[in-house]
Structure formats: C-alpha cells, structure tokens
Nanobody
C-alpha cells in the first residue's frame, strides 16, 4: 500500500485547506486511517482518524470543531478539511493507514499504523 498526500500549502490565519490522501491497494474500512502532523524537533502528533464508515472519528482537542476527517472508500481517498486555521497548525501533515481493526484507544497512536505517506507541508501565517 502506498499513500500519497496532496493539498498542503500556505494560508492566512483563519483560512482553509483541504488535504487529500490517495491510497493504492486495499485498506479495509474497518482499519484506521488517520492524519498526523509534526513540527521539526517535536514528536509526531495524532490529529484525527476514522474507520467503519465514519462511525469511528476522533480528533485531537486542539482541532475539534475546525477540522473534519472523511473517507471515500470508492475512491480509496482520505480527506482532512481544515478550517479556521491557526499558526499553531503549521506542520508537516502525514496520512497513515493501519492493517488491523481500528479501536478508539489505538487510533491516535503512531504504533497503530503500518503505512505512511511522505507528508505535505501546511503553513499558516
């Protein structure tokens, strides 16, 4: 499975960006797919993840109400809609996919995921 992110860029405070992750290969709807972000020198942080047709969808507190994660199984694509962006959202954003049934406890953990994209940079200023 390969994951390829797109949609990053530079945006003003309060603006919006839509990140997409195209997956090649089958990823079960029951497996977690998520977004992580990382600032140089800091640990990678879980942002949001989803599974089971969106019946599992969780967000880190700092993005709740601003970001929305969704998955189009027909297109094998994961999307992160980011609104009301803040300077602290500036980071490299990574798409990730697991190879085991998703649990709410594991969705925000890096170790849950086996496949990672190359990342797309988001800069808010």
């Amino acid at each position: 499975v390969q994951l390829v992110e797109s949609g990053g860029g530079s945006v003003q405070v309060g603006g919006s960006l839509k990140l997409s992750c195209a997956a090649s290969g089958y990823i079960s709807d029951g497996y977690c797919m998520g977004w992580f972000r990382q600032i140089p020198g800091e640990e990678r942080e879980g942002v949001a993840y989803t599974a089971r047709g969106g019946t599992i969808a969780n967000y880190v507190d700092s993005v709740k109400g601003r970001f929305t994660i969704s998955r189009d199984n027909a297109k094998n694509t994961l999307v992160l809609q980011m609104n009301e962006l803040k300077p602290e959202d500036t980071a490299m954003y990574y798409c990730a996919a697991s190879v085991a049934p998703c649990t709410e406890l594991g969705g925000m953990r890096q170790g849950t995921y086996s496949y990672w994209g190359q990342g797309t940079q988001v800069t808010v200023s």
